[in-house]
């Protein structure tokens, strides 16, 4: 059975920082693009930031030089460290894991409440 657990969301003052975790289990880990996706009320979800299992990454241009996305293949966690976080950063965040050899193959987490009041 796969499962992306994520956790270490909370509320959190303008300018502070949070970092969330996203345990896998089930999958080769090493097989799949890990990313953290978020999605504020009435909006749609939106990308946060991707992982390569090479360790390639890419960000949304309202994270770039605040977040950082990095992963232990190890421990099958992938990790998003949130600085100088801002109200618009409030959303339920997720994990989500997209197999690189198979197409479609895609797995989500539950999300996390971050929360950032203006």
């Known amino acids: 059975q796969v499962q992306l657990v994520e956790s270490g969301g909370g509320l959190v003052q303008p300018g502070g920082s949070l970092k969330l975790s996203c345990g896998a289990s089930?999958?080769?880990?090493?097989?799949?693009?890990m990313g953290w996706y978020r999605q504020a009320p009435g909006l749609q979800r939106e990308l946060v930031a991707t992982i390569s299992r090479d360790g390639e990454k890419k960000y949304a241009d309202s994270v770039n030089g605040r977040f950082t996305i990095f992963r232990d293949n190890a421990k099958n966690t992938v990790f998003l460290q949130m600085n100088n976080l801002r109200p618009e950063d409030t959303a339920v965040y997720y994990c989500k894991g997209e197999n690189i050899y198979v197409l479609g193959r895609e797995y989500w987490g539950q999300g996390t409440q971050v929360t950032v009041p203006s």
């Open positions: 089930g999958i080769m880990f090493n097989f799949y693009t």
